[in-house]
T-cell receptor
Framework: SQQGEEDPQALSIQEGENATMNCSYK?????LQWYRQNSGRGLVHLIL???NEREKHSGRLRVTLDTSKKSSSLLITASRAADTASYFC???????????WGLGTSLAVNP | GAVVSQHPSWVICKSGTSVKIECRSL??????MFWYRQFPKQSLMLMAT?????????EQGVEKDKFLINHASLTLSTLTVTSAHPEDSSFYIC???????????????FGPGTRLTVL
């Protein structure tokens, strides 16, 4: 089945550093979204970037979209220990509102 | 706004029993809800799309008689794992997109998940 690819699978950084994770798809991107999941919890929507947008900011989050490469990146600046979580990208599959999920990046921010 | 609840948050049951998980949109209506299964350190696997007032749409490889879905109202969908076995142990998460046409229509709002352990 369709699936987004994410890298890295796991990332460990020190507090204050920036974290970058990438997501790519084999098909064209519609509405690329990033979600965060704390261990054993549901997912929280972080940011959505549309296919006609190239960059979007929300607080310490910066998302870019390259439709020609069918890829997106999520940058978390000045990371905090509380940013430790798994981050997933997802894209709308079409009119049925399904999301096609990436494999996720597990981020550990060490104090 | 846009809160989704799930109940129970965790359940332990004996092999062969059935378990019902509820997913509720608390402050918005949802004609569609999605049920996912997630194994440790893995991504979400879509099991089925729950449609209010009609039959659920199951993904390939998901047994509809095993995972019964009912979407009886615009705020409630239930997933029943019938005759549960240890291999059904997993984290089950539901999500709901808001009604179409709004500014957040492409997002999904997630429940906190239900941890099922079958002994």
């Amino acid at each position: 089945s369709q699936q987004g690819e994410e890298d890295p699978q796991a990332l460990s950084i020190q507090e204050g550093e920036n974290a970058t994770m990438n997501c790519s798809y084999k098909t064209s991107i519609n509405n690329l979204q990033w979600y965060r999941q704390n261990s054993g919890r549901g997912l929280v929507h972080l940011i959505l970037i549309r296919s006609n947008e190239r960059e979007k900011h929300s607080g310490r989050l910066r998302v870019t979209l390259d439709t020609s490469k069918k890829s997106s990146s999520l940058l978390i600046t000045a990371s905090r220990a509380a940013d430790t979580a798994s981050y997933f990208c997802a894209d709308n599959a079409g009119n049925n509102r399904k999301l096609i999920w990436g494999l996720g990046t597990s981020l550990a921010v060490n104090p | 706004g846009a809160v989704v609840s799930q109940h129970p948050s965790w359940v332990i049951c004996k092999s062969g029993t059935s378990v019902k998980i509820e997913c509720r949109s608390l402050d918005f209506q949802a004609t569609t809800m999605f049920w996912y299964r997630q194994f440790p350190k893995q991504s979400l696997m879509l099991m089925a799309t729950s449609n209010e007032g009609s039959k659920a749409t199951y993904e390939q490889g998901v047994e509809k008689d095993k995972f019964l879905i009912n979407h009886a109202s615009l705020t409630l969908s239930t997933l029943t794992v019938t005759s549960a076995h240890p291999e059904d142990s997993s984290f089950y998460i539901c999500s709901a997109p808001p009604l179409a046409g709004g500014p957040r229509q492409n997002e999904q709002f997630f429940g906190p998940g239900t941890r099922l352990t079958v002994l």
